[in-house]
């Protein structure tokens, strides 16, 4: 249906002391946990690779051992979407429009539409990171899981039990990160937490564990230990747009949460010929992905 004059009838008569219903936006927050990079392919694949195992204790005069089992693993895919919106107005409407400068026929918030549906595209791989997605492919496993496959056993970048938000939670996430994640062939792997990433309805208990000098909810005169190691050297994140209130996640070190830009947010406008209607659209393509899972540590309690 066009915009017409029925749809803005306020505006057709003077005296109108003003228009409501533009708004701030959320600043970009999928750039804060998100590498960015550019494509010129439908889809991207990421090919996981296996190098050599450790090494094997040699005898003396028996020959050295050797490991030919490297190779390619697992591929993870990424296929971009295209996101479009337009609507049309009729002549009539824009010609009998008195408030132009506060209700612009050309621009009716394309842009903040764009950019939250971003948001929302990119918070849905933490939202969904218990669902295995086959789209995606890569090790059979879902983002997080407690049972990555390697060769001859797994890895977790999830505790057995989800885990309610808290100190103690931190720090059982920050060991399995650490002494937990391994590469293809089972060798420790440098693995560090870097950064917390919390639903809105955990910021409190969050700057409740966070910001203390020592540590939090106690009477006792300990060290606040996550500061004093120097755990989550890039803090937390608060996000918007994760539907559960309950579950949370831990930026590693490791590389893996990837954005693509394929085509670049883009507007245009013209008028049809046969209504004189103006048409306003816009279009993108991208993709949110991943492509190593140790890039990450979550949990998903329900409660």
């Given at each position: 249906m066009t915009i017409n004059l029925t749809q803005i009838k306020q505006e057709l008569f003077p005296g109108?002391?003003?228009?409501e219903g533009k708004y701030d936006m959320i600043p970009a927050q999928w750039k804060k946990y998100y590498e960015i990079g550019t494509s010129e392919m439908a889809i991207e694949r990421t090919s996981e690779m296996a190098f050599v195992g450790l090494a094997v204790i040699k005898s003396e005069g028996q020959p050295t051992s050797f490991d030919n089992a490297a190779g390619d693993r697992f591929v993870y895919n990424q296929e971009h979407v295209e996101v479009g919106l337009g609507y049309a107005i009729t002549r009539k409407a824009i010609a009998d429009n008195l408030y132009k400068s506060q209700f612009q026929p050309s621009n009716l918030g394309l842009m903040e539409s764009f950019d939250q549906t971003k948001e929302i595209l990119a918070a849905n791989l933490l939202n969904t990171?218990?669902?295995?997605?086959?789209?995606?492919?890569g090790d059979g496993m879902s983002l997080v899981n407690t049972a990555h496959p390697v060769d001859n056993g797994t890895y977790a970048n999830r505790p057995t039990t989800d885990l309610?938000?808290?100190?103690?939670?931190?720090?059982?996430?920050?060991?399995q990160i650490r002494t937990g994640f391994v590469d293809q062939r089972g060798l420790k792997?440098?693995?560090?937490a870097r950064k917390v990433l919390v639903p809105a309805?955990?910021?409190?208990v969050m700057a409740r564990v966070w910001h203390t000098e020592l540590r939090p909810g106690t009477t006792n005169n300990d060290a606040h230990a996550i500061h004093a190691t120097g755990s989550f050297s890039e803090g937390y994140e608060?996000?918007?747009?994760?539907?559960?209130p309950f579950a949370w996640f831990v930026l590693t070190n490791r590389k893996g949460l990837?954005?693509?830009q394929r085509e670049a947010f883009e507007t245009d406008m013209q008028i049809d010929w046969y209504t004189d209607n103006l048409l306003c659209k816009a279009?993108?393509?991208?993709?949110?992905?991943?492509?190593?899972p140790r890039c990450i540590w979550g949990t998903l309690p329900t409660a």
């Open positions: 109108l002391r003003g228009i990171a218990g669902t295995y997605n086959p789209s995606i492919g309610d938000f808290n100190e103690a939670a931190l720090e059982a996430a920050n060991i792997i440098f693995a560090r309805q955990l910021e409190y608060i996000l918007d747009f994760l539907t559960s990837l954005y693509l279009y993108e393509r991208y993709s949110f992905g991943y492509y190593n």
